[in-house]
């Protein structure tokens, strides 16, 4: 009932920068928080960023000062702005969003399929 797509992701050398996009699609009434995630090999899932309806932000400690998490109520997308990025970012990133369905107007727990961001010289 609703589709997170992702796009942005791809191999930038140490240093460099990519910007991540999601967006929601579907029987959406309002979206509450959207957030990012990444899973690299041999790892648990990890939140990067999150981004409240309201704008309020928290981040990871690993990624404070050099990540940014944005979002477009209206259109129902979530970006994710990476700078400074370190080897240690390679992981595959996932786009979450807490959606309120139109159809059951029940809150439900929805994920894109995920975008490689390999960080490498």
């Known amino acids: 009932q609703v589709q997170l797509v992702e796009s942005g992701g791809g191999l930038v050398q140490p240093g460099g920068s990519l910007r991540l996009s999601c967006a929601a699609s579907?029987?959406?009434?309002?979206?509450?928080?959207m957030a990012w995630y990444r899973q690299a090999p041999g790892k648990q899932r990890e939140l990067v960023a999150r981004?409240?309806?309201?704008?309020?932000?928290n981040y990871a400690d690993s990624v404070k000062g050099r990540f940014t998490i944005s979002r477009d109520n209206a259109k129902n997308t979530a970006f994710l702005q990476m700078n400074s990025l370190k080897p240690e970012d390679t992981a595959v990133y996932y786009c979450y969003a807490r959606v309120l369905l139109v159809t059951t107007w029940v809150q439900n727990d929805c994920w894109g399929q995920g975008t490689q961001v390999t960080v490498s010289a």
């Open positions: 981004c409240t309806h309201g704008g309020s932000t």
């Open positions: 579907g029987s959406i009434a309002t979206i509450d928080d």
